[in-house]
């Protein structure tokens, strides 16, 4: 059996004690963190694989459009 190769984007952000945090938005509740942002990206890897072989169903994957920043007054 081939295996199939597939790209993910994954949301990088840093929480208040310099953690980073990888989400993949595209499959639910497949995150993990590093301490540095190349430790983060190397267990999103495995994050992936493993949610996807936790849940077999197809994962209709988004095209990635682009992120931007907004601003508002509370």
Do not use: W
């Not at 990888?22 to 639910?28: G, H, M, Q």
């Not at 430790?39 to 209709?60: G, P």
Request: charged share 30%; net charge negative; proline share 1%.
């Amino acid at each position: 059996m081939q295996k199939k190769i597939r790209n993910f984007t994954v949301l990088i952000e840093q929480d208040e004690d310099g953690i980073y945090v990888a989400k993949v938005p595209d499959i639910s509740g497949c995150y993990t963190q590093g301490k540095t942002v190349q430790q983060a990206m190397e267990r999103v890897k495995e994050a992936i694989q493993v949610c996807l072989e936790a849940d077999k169903e197809e994962h209709n994957q988004m095209k990635f459009i682009g992120l931007q920043q907004i601003e508002v007054n509370l």
